[in-house]
């Protein structure tokens, strides 16, 4: 539950501006995540997320790593995390995750941005990949074998 948990929140800080701790809170339970702001203190502090300056004046929650396309090492870390198996046909992969967290894997997939991928579709523990190329599939799947730990 933590690493969907700490997936979440680092999703939602990417697309939100989120300033403070109960903000923070307040939108993971809307997510359906029931969280303490202790909680949401600790995993602040494991992500090791800073407060910026907006363009508007008001500070947010970010990263303080980036990588190569916009995720940090950490969502990449949990990502892994989370993939179970991987199994593909014809240009369709079908990633098996723990329980619960496909809408977040499947989110920061997405945010991979791999041009190979036109789309996911996400369950509670299945994603499915529509790959654009059948002669791509294989690539595909070899990249999200190498992150299953």
Same mark, same amino acid.
């Given at each position: &539950?933590?690493?969907?948990?700490?997936m979440a929140?680092?999703d939602?800080?990417?697309?939100?501006a989120?300033?403070?701790q109960?903000?923070?809170?307040?939108a /993971?339970?809307?997510?359906?995540?029931?969280v303490?702001q202790a909680?949401?203190s600790?995993d602040?502090k494991?992500?090791r997320?800073?407060?910026v300056?907006?363009?508007?004046g008001l500070?947010?929650?970010?990263?303080?790593?980036k990588?190569?396309?916009g &995720?940090s090492?950490?969502?990449i870390? &949990?990502?892994?995390?989370?993939l179970?198996?991987?199994?593909a046909?014809?240009?369709l992969?079908v990633?098996?995750?723990?329980?619960g967290?496909?809408?977040v894997?499947?989110?920061a997939l997405?945010?991979?941005?791999?041009?190979?991928?036109?789309?996911?579709l996400?369950?509670d523990?299945?994603?499915?990949?529509i790959?654009?190329a059948?002669?791509?599939?294989?690539?595909?799947v070899?990249r /999200?074998?190498? &992150?299953?730990?």
């Amino acid at each position: &539950m933590k690493t969907i948990r700490q997936m979440a929140i680092l999703d939602l800080i990417e697309k939100q501006a989120i300033e403070t701790q109960e903000d923070l809170a307040e939108a /993971l339970r809307a997510r359906g995540i029931k969280v303490t702001q202790a909680t949401v203190s600790r995993d602040i502090k494991e992500l090791r997320l800073l407060k910026v300056l907006t363009p508007a004046g008001l500070y947010k929650y970010a990263t303080a790593d980036k990588a190569e396309n916009g &995720m940090s090492d950490r969502l990449i870390r &949990m990502l892994s995390e989370s993939l179970l198996s991987v199994a593909a046909s014809n240009n369709l992969v079908v990633v098996k995750t723990l329980n619960g967290s496909a809408n977040v894997a499947a989110e920061a997939l997405d945010s991979l941005r791999w041009p190979e991928i036109l789309g996911t579709l996400a369950g509670d523990n299945t994603i499915l990949l529509i790959i654009r190329a059948e002669a791509e599939t294989a690539a595909v799947v070899r990249r /999200l074998q190498d &992150m299953i730990k």
